[in-house]
Each structure stands twice: as C-alpha cells, then as structure tokens.
C-alpha cells in the first residue's frame, strides 16, 4: 500500500566542501549541521574527529530499517480507519437499498391510486345509449347527476390506499437505517496522533506495583520494601508519604474501590491492610504470612470481602478481609498447581475463579453451595506453556497470554461451550515473535468492557487491543520497549496509566492518550515511555 520513498536521491547528496565525489562515509555528531556530516574520500583524507564514523551504505541501511517500521506502523492504522470508512460505505449501499426499496414501493402505491381514481371516473363517464334513452322516456328525473354514490367509491377507494400508503410510511420510520452507520463513525472516532507528554519522575530502587484508588486522586507504588503514596492530578505526581512495614520487596498492591484502604504482599510472604488515618497517614494491620513464598497476585471480590491471593509456594489462599477494622482472616487454601501462581481472576457472576501459573495449567475453580470455592477442571489447552497473565472478557469469554521465552507468542481465546472452556484456535491473535526474551507477571491486563478495549503487555511490547462484535481480537497499535520488566496501572475511571520501567532506576512516566478507554467525557492519557497516541 506505502513505501518509504527518500525526497533525496542519493545521486544528490553531497559533501560540504561540494567535491561532487561519491559519500562513504557519515559523522555521528550531534553539533555538525546536515551536509557537514557527510565524507567523501576527499574529505576523509583530512577529516579529524572523536565522533563515531559509520559508512554511507550501513547508515542507509539503517535508515530503511527504520522507515520500513515506520511505514508498517502507517499502513497498520491507516487500514483500521480505511476498513472501517468500507465498513460506513456499505452501510450507506445498504441505506439507499432499503430506501429505494420502500420509496419505489410508495410511487407504486401512489401511481396505483391515481390509476384507480382516474378508473373511477372513466368507468363513470361511460353511458349506454339505449340505456339513458330509457331514462329519458320513462323517468326523466332520474337523468339528475347523483354524486353521492361515486363520492362513496372514490371514499372506498381512499381510504384503502391511505391506508397502504401510511402503513408503508410506519415501517420506513421504524427501519433501523442509521444505528449501525452511527456505531462505525462512533470507532471512527480514532486518532492516531503522537505527542510528548514530558511528566516523569525517576527512583534508584525497584517498583514491582502500582494501583490507584477509585476517585484517581491517588497512587500508591511500591519503593522496594516501602510503599509511596502519591497525590495524582491531571496527570501530575506529587508524593504525600512513604509507608514502611514489609521486610522485602513488594510485589503487590490493590487498591479498595470503597475507600482509601488497599492491601500489599510482598517477597517476604506476607500480606497487609491499610488504612487511611488522616490525608498523610496510614496504618498498617499485623503481617499475615500463610504463604511460604513470594506474594504473585492478589484480587477481591466486588464485594470486597474476599481476597484472594497467589504465590510462588503453588498454593491460592482465600481470606475473609474487613477494611473497617483493617484486618484478615485466613479461610483455606486452593492447591492443585504444580509451579507458581502468576494471574488470578474472577468472572462477572463471581461464580468463577480462574488461575495459571508456571505449572503450563490453566485451572477453573467453582463455589459450591457452602459458597466455597472447589477446584472444578484443568482447561485443555493447544499451546503448552505457561502464561503470565490472564482476564475475563465475558461470563463466556477467557483470553490467556504466552509467556515463555521461546514461545508461541500469541494470546488465546477460551469460550464457554457445554459446560467448560474451550479453546477457539479460529480467535487466536497473533503478537510480535520475541525469542529474546520470556514474559514477566508485571503489568496485568486492563480491560473496558463498555468500550471493548484492552491494554495487554506482553515481552517487550503493550498492546491496545479492541474486542470485535464476534468475539475477536484486533490490534489498534502497540508500543515496543527496551525491557520486558515494564509495570503499569490504569486508572479507575480509565483516564491514566501509569508506566515503570527497569528493575533498577526506575521511572514513572504518563502519557499516551487514549479517549476510547475514558468512560468520562475527555480523553484519557496512557503513557508508552515518553511517547503519547490518542485513538
């Protein structure tokens, strides 16, 4: 469709001193200015420089790598909006269709009438000579014009056609022409434009979680074995306090969605509740250590008065929390994996539960009676490796993320078919082939369901994602990052996120705007390292 296309020939480029020679080689230096960079062999025999030198061809090379990226990028969501631009064309084809369809039927209807009217009056305009010369010698008064019982016809005849007519009138008011129309320009309301949003702040230790509360108005993240708390406005940070309590690294932290409580776990297998005291303050509950290794996940209920956590010892634990009195009370343990626990969610109903981990197994839990949760059946699965992260996109719909290094690279669809989940292989998508690297159980998804869009990180790259009316997955546009150890938070209100980046040095940045995930009027900011797109 597009092909990178230099403005310059490369006939044209020429040296500063114009020695009209051919350039091999390019200076790499920031304060030499266009054509001074370029060499010749001339202008090498007396060229001095510290700066890196690299030759003519691998720099355009380089060049072209870069541009042919570009263009894949260009030609990727350029086609989104031309399809869905196709996708409008063919609703209007089938716009005009229906209405020629019902407007032919209304001139036919019309032409019928004034057929039947002009009947009418030919029928009665027709007279038998004998026949009214019998009038005139027997009943000379009954040759007196009585219109009363054409009017009657000519009623008859109205009143069926009217009758046609509005009929035909009512369906072409009740023909949905124009919601379909109405949904495509609504996706077409995309951008795809990039700006700079420069809001970052950098700390020399390690953020492994980050969650806001429901308002937005705050961020917590974890600083090592400390907890930050940040005030969060209009994408600004502006830390109140730093929380101290767990004695290693935090690896989980979950915000209340009912108040400024949150939970933490960490590496040193523990679990805590805080609550607010005042603006500045929080408290932490006692250490609630029943796993025997490192905390991976944690997720409530919508109630929430059920948290549900998993770790590293293989094992799922299920707690009674109680944000009031800021406090846990341990009920039981789901054990049936094999390896680490790394992604846990729960259906909309609240009657499923489904885990996977490093085990290659993808289990699904149900409650009984009791309203306990029982392990339930192992989802078969076409790829056999294990998944970092996993999310319900429906009470019928599971999607599942590869993990390992050398890996299959996709994300799957598992839909509810007779009673269990099963993999449609039809559905599956694609993601960028990266053997360099395995996954990390960093950055879980974000999921709208009112918008039906996704952020989902995978390796080095995030994905926007949009969930199609037939259940399937297509990608808007994604971002690459040096490092796969990338974190991130959205916002409850789907207006920010919030992005780590490395292990060490860390840095927070926001950014990357994205309307369709803003479930408010406005637009929301979602950062990609630096670089910020709206949709």
């Known amino acids: 469709m597009f092909q990178p296309k230099m ?34 062999n001339i202008c090498m025999e007396t060229f001095e420089s510290d700066s890196k030198t690299i030759g003519f061809k691998k720099v355009i090379e380089m060049i072209e790598y870069n541009q042919k990226n570009k263009v894949e990028n260009i030609q990727r969501l350029i086609k989104i909006d031309v399809e869905l631009v196709e996708q409008l064309l063919n609703e209007f084809h089938i716009i005009k269709q229906k209405l020629n369809q019902e407007l032919d039927q209304l001139i036919f209807n019309s032409l019928e009438w004034i057929k039947s009217l002009n009947d009418i009056g030919t029928i009665n305009s027709q ?22 019982q ?28 124009y919601s379909q129309s109405e949904l495509i320009l609504q996706n077409l309301d995309l951008s795809h434009h990039y700006k700079i ?62 108040s400024n409580s949150f939970v933490s776990g960490g590496y040193d297998n523990s679990i805590r509740c805080w609550k ?9 509950s006692q250490s609630y250590q029943q796993h025997t290794n490192f ?34 009370t341990y009920l039981y343990s789901l054990n049936k994996h094999t390896n680490s626990i790394y992604s846990l969610c729960f259906n909309q109903l609240e009657n499923t539960l489904v885990s996977c981990g490093g085990d290659n197994q993808i289990i699904i839990w149900k409650q009984d009676n009791n309203q306990k949760w029982q392990f339930e059946y192992v989802v078969t699965q076409n790829i056999q490796e294990s998944g ?32 269990k989940y099963q993999e449609n292989l039809d559905k599956q998508l694609q993601l960028i082939k990266n053997d360099n690297v395995s996954d990390l159980n960093l950055f879980p998804i974000f999921y709208n369901k009112e918008k039906k869009l996704m952020i989902v ?14 259940g399937y997955l297509k990608i808007i546009t994604q971002i690459k990052y040096e490092s796969n150890s990338i974190q991130g938070a959205l916002s409850n209100d789907g207006r920010y996120l919030v992005r780590v980046w490395g292990w060490v040095g860390v840095g927070f940045g926001v950014g990357w705007e994205v309307p369709l995930l803003c479930t408010q009027q406005g637009r929301a900011r979602v950062d990609f390292g630096g670089q910020t797109t709206s949709f």
Not at 202 to 214: D, H, L, Y
Not at 392 to 417: A, P
């Open 295 to 328: 905390i991976n996940c944690l997720i409530f209920n919508q109630s929430e008065n059920q948290l549900v956590s998993g770790a590293v010892d293989y094992s799922i634990k299920i707690w009674q929390i109680d944000f009031i009195n800021n406090q846990l």
């Open 388 to 419: 970092c992260r996993l999310q319900f996109i429906n009470d019928d719909q599971l999607i599942w993320v590869t993990g390992i290094q050398v890996s299959k690279d996709c994300i799957s669809i598992f839909e509810l078919r007779n009673g």
């Open 150 to 177: 054409l009017i009657e016809s000519i009623t008859k005849l109205n009143n069926s056609l009217f009758n046609k007519i509005n009929q035909k009138l009512s369906t072409l008011k009740n023909i949905q022409l």
């Open 7 to 40: 403005i310059e020939l490369e006939k044209q480029l020429n040296c500063s001193q114009n020695h009209n020679e051919a350039i091999h080689m390019v200076v790499f230096d920031k304060k030499l200015k266009r054509q001074e960079r370029l060499l010749c």
């Open 457 to 470: 990180k995978h390796k080095q790259h995030v994905y926007l994602i949009k969930i199609t009316n037939e």
């Open 276 to 284: 607010q005291i005042n603006e500045k303050e929080w408290q932490s």
């Open 197 to 258: 949003i420069d809001n970052s702040i950098r700390q020399s230790v390690s953020c492994f979680a980050i969650s806001f509360n429901q308002s937005g108005s705050l961020m917590i993240s974890a600083s090592n074995h400390n907890i930050k708390v940040w005030e969060f406005m209009q994408g600004r940070l502006k830390e109140i306090t730093t929380l101290n309590g767990h004695t290693e690294t935090i690896s989980c932290l979950q915000f209340s969605k009912k």
């Open 127 to 148: 007279y038998s000579f004998f026949d009214e010369l019998e009038v005139l010698i027997n009943n000379p008064q009954q040759n007196i014009f009585n219109s009363q």
